[in-house]
């Protein structure tokens, strides 16, 4: 009795649920941002679910249309369907990224393999196909514009890279492999996540605090207050705690012991061990590769991308550590000088490398970070990062405070066309939470196409303010703001008629250019003087200051460029295997490592138990693309630099031709339709000091 009462009120609730569930709405907020103060967690599940059928039913109209396929009733139509899953989704993807919880990662649990199956699903109709297939073969008499050619080859060669192509049997093995592909990569980012947060290094005597700035200190007292111990530091594993402790804490030991627990994050043969699962994830990759007809996973992932395959990507990576490797080994001797020089009687190791370089760059330029950071408060390196898209592009930015946000330290800014019309909405996040992923990206919550402004957002995880001192940041962040303001640029000038090749929907080898592009502007003398005012005084940074920072331009590279290539490396090796043996994950990595000649006083920039890039992320054969763009930003860069930084004629041609056409042509053609040839190394080369 009490059963079946119980089970009647559960649907019913679920009835009215489904009627207010405020994911399944319109949203009714200026914009249409997210409705963040009315979405619960317990709405994505069913809001999945509700979302998924209605794209079911999208599909399904499509497939069963009796009209001859053509490019509208065919390409078009996939291209609108989804739209209530992609509003659904955009909203999960990002919250369980900076706002997670157990409850939000158990969503993630129950939804990941609904969703990989329901992309299999349309990704394997082979009714849908055989339309697409149609229209794809009659492309030459169609008379498309050139962005509809694109959005049918794109959407054509996403069916047969999906495995539309394949027979009844090898379409069920591959959807098997994504299935358990997708649970995995969560497991392991769910293991780094747990790992990271469960690591506390405590210190209860004052004098292991010696040498350490006093922000430095004062951040480390709240993380122990709010960790229930007052009167204690607490270091933890995130790196804006551990990396000033590495740069400045005397205590040897105390450095070996926090980056060795950084180091061995996913590696301690607990339950939260990643090796096991990353050797599953690289053979389950090479099997799928192997159904495609691909020797490996590497191949397969190449094949659309601007690099086309391994070998290039081998081929440009060794250049690079040919010539950085020496370089790296000098930087190395220099810094074990330095340490014999004071009569340290020990061998320079890898959690030595930032407290003497840092050391070695205040002899060599007098120069450290803490006297810059005054001159970076977060505020102003934000305004400064606007102030050069609005010289190069004519954007304002407008703060509103009327606009629901996920965190109350979230801000939220609307971009401004230069007629003072509405362009999109800008989110900005940019403080540490347990609940927020490590690091820094961009994403967007809405994807610009005819009729939709872009909502996109930037995320960041900089020492937060602590009483009245505001946030100030080191170089590396300000560098970072300006890197994903670059890819929020991206999203945000798109103009695109289809969603599906909007903004930052191009190959991942060519992503980071406009990311990396803006990067460049952060450090001109000019720019600086726009915005790096001292948070007290207000006074502009002094020119001796600007100078020194460009005398020590080149300083550390080695170890920065070698740290960096070596992790592309490790991924293209992980993804180039064969054959499907798990192989054990450290040992692996150790024979690489000792193949490629890596120094000891260096650390793989990313080990394998926590580079989520690669086994997480869909960055898999495809870390290289950081370093490919760079030889696109410092080429780009190069013209700017010729014609004058904020030359109106020159950023009209770059916003043009690659920021607004997203992926409605080729990389290179873009690219080469700023730049009137392909890209060139030097610029690259000459900004490593490998040249
Ligand atoms: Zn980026």
Not at 96 to 114: F, W
Not at 410 to 434: H, K, T
Not at 501 to 518: H, K
Not at 530 to 544: D, L
Request: proline share 4%.
């Amino acid at each position: 009795m009490l059963l079946g009462l119980g089970f009647i009120l559960a649907s019913c609730n679920v009835n009215s649920e489904k009627m207010e569930n405020p994911l399944l709405q319109k949203f009714d907020t200026p914009h249409g941002v997210p409705p963040f103060d009315l979405i619960k967690v317990e709405h994505y599940v069913p809001a999945y679910k509700e979302a998924i059928m209605k794209h079911d039913e999208e599909i399904a109209a499509i497939v069963n249309n009796p009209e001859i396929p053509s490019f509208e009733n065919t390409i078009e139509a996939l291209d609108f369907s989804g739209e209530l899953l992609r509003q659904v989704d955009y909203v999960f993807n990002n919250l369980i990224a900076s706002l997670s919880s157990e409850e939000m990662q158990n969503v993630a649990k129950k939804t990941a393999p609904l969703l990989s199956k329901h992309y299999d699903d349309i990704s394997l109709n082979l009714g849908l196909f055989k339309k697409v297939k149609a229209v794809y073969e009659t492309r030459k008499e169609l008379e498309l514009t050139p962005e509809q050619d694109r959005l049918l080859e794109v959407s054509y060669k996403e069916f047969e890279r999906g495995g539309a192509n394949l027979d009844e049997e090898k379409q069920d093995k591959l959807r098997k492999i994504n299935s358990e592909l997708s649970i995995l990569s969560l497991q392991f980012s769910d293991n780094v996540l747990a790992e990271t947060n469960n690591y506390k290094m405590l210190i209860e005597n004052e004098a292991n605090l010696a040498g350490l700035p006093e922000s430095v200190i004062q951040s480390a007292a709240s993380t122990a207050k709010d960790a229930g111990m007052e009167g204690k530091w607490v270091f933890s594993l995130q790196k804006p705690s551990m990396l000033p402790f590495l740069t400045y804490a005397k205590n040897r030991k105390l450095r070996e012991k926090l980056h060795t627990a950084y180091i061995n994050l996913g590696n301690n043969n607990n339950k939260y061990d990643n090796k096991k699962i990353l050797a599953r994830i690289a053979a389950l990759r090479v099997e799928r590769a192997n159904l495609f007809g691909f020797k490996n996973h590497a191949a397969f992932v190449l094949d659309d991308r601007m690099a086309k395959n391994p070998e290039t990507v081998f081929n440009f990576l060794n250049k690079v550590w040919d010539a950085v490797l020496p370089n790296a080994k000098a930087e190395a001797a220099e810094l074990q000088k330095l340490i014999d020089k004071e009569g340290g009687k020990f061998k320079l190791a890898h959690w030595d490398w930032w407290y003497y370089s840092e050391k070695l760059r205040k002899q060599k330029y007098d120069l450290d970070e803490e006297m810059l950071r005054p001159y970076f408060e977060k505020n102003n390196v934000r305004d400064g990062a606007f102030a050069v898209a609005t010289k190069l592009y004519g954007l304002k930015f407008v703060e509103r405070t009327d606009i629901p946000k996920y965190h109350k330290d979230v801000e939220v800014f609307e971009v401004q066309n230069p007629d003072g019309s509405f362009l999109g909405i800008l989110y900005m996040d940019w403080f540490p939470r347990e609940s927020k992923v490590s690091g820094a990206w961009m994403d967007a919550f809405r994807k610009q196409s005819e009729g939709v402004d872009p909502i996109v957002t930037n995320n960041f995880n900089y020492t937060a303010p602590i009483g009245d001192k505001p946030a100030l940041l080191s170089v590396d962040e300000v560098l970072t703001t300006f890197h994903e303001f670059g890819h929020g640029l991206h999203g945000l000038l798109s103009k695109c008629k289809y969603q599906t090749l909007s903004g930052t929907s191009v190959t991942r080898d060519f992503v980071e250019l406009p990311s990396q592009f803006m990067e460049n502007f952060a450090l001109e003398p000019e720019v600086m003087k726009m915005y790096a005012k001292h948070y007290e005084t207000g006074e502009t940074i002094p020119n001796e200051l600007i100078k020194k920072i460009s005398n020590s331009g080149l300083f550390n590279k080695g170890f920065t460029v070698l740290e960096y290539t070596s992790a592309a490396l490790l991924d293209m090796y992980w993804s180039t295997l064969t054959d499907t043996t798990e192989r054990d994950a450290a040992q692996f990595e150790k024979e690489i490592m000792d193949k490629m000649g890596m120094i000891d006083e260096i650390v793989v920039r990313y080990r394998s138990t926590y580079f989520k890039h690669i086994f997480s992320w869909d960055y898999s054969a495809g870390y290289y693309s950081y370093q490919w763009a760079q030889v696109l930003d410092a080429d780009a860069f190069s013209v700017f630099k010729e014609k004058g930084l904020f030359d109106q004629e020159t950023a009209a041609s770059f916003r043009d031709n690659v920021l607004s056409r997203g992926n409605t042509a080729p990389a290179m053609e873009l690219y080469k339709k700023f730049r009137g040839t392909e890209p060139q190394l030097d610029a690259f080369l000459e900004r490593n000091g490998l040249k």
